[in-house]
């Protein structure tokens, strides 16, 4: 299990219990860490900067006494944005029908990088209909996923605006 992991699986009950759910933690850097924490709500409702502070301070005093991270660190609390990482099977079921970029570790059909609409997941496979052709992806396979952010999205979204 990769550091970033194991630093989740700390983190997770305490910010479960909360009513968050953790979208992704990523450790980064060799000497001057940062814990980046990617946070939504439960009940489905914007992640507010409040909502972050609490997070930030509660994953703060638990780091401090588990010390899992050697030496300083900065942590980082956010929302998943319009662009929201996808980084569960369940996140393809619950946003089929958007656009999302997913890119493959491997090649798959000559290509890595495919953008289309999602069209959710049956069993460990990713459904993605890509220039009108429907594929299946191993979700294991996909390194890196994301939400496009689009006219209809930013039109749907509180306060979202066209310039």
Do not use: W
């Amino acid at each position: 299990m990769d550091f970033s992991r194991r630093v989740e699986a700390l983190i997770r009950p305490t910010v479960e219990s909360m009513g968050f759910g953790i979208v992704r933690v990523l450790v980064l850097g060799r000497f001057e860490r940062r814990v980046q924490v990617m946070a939504e709500r439960h009940d489905g409702r914007p992640i507010t900067i409040d909502d972050c502070a609490n997070i930030s301070r509660t994953v703060s005093a638990l780091l401090d006494v588990e010390d899992p991270i050697e030496g300083p660190y900065t942590l980082e609390v956010s929302s998943p944005g319009l662009d929201r990482p996808l980084t569960a099977l369940r996140d393809y079921e619950r946003y089929a029908g958007r656009e999302a970029r997913v890119e493959t570790a491997f090649p798959i059909e000559g290509r890595r990088k495919f953008k289309g609409r999602l069209l959710g997941a049956e069993g460990d496979q990713v459904k993605l209909e890509v220039d009108g052709q429907q594929l299946a992806l191993e979700f294991a396979s996909i390194e890196r996923a994301k939400l496009v952010v689009t006219d209809e999205v930013l039109a749907a979204s509180e306060g979202g605006r066209k310039s």
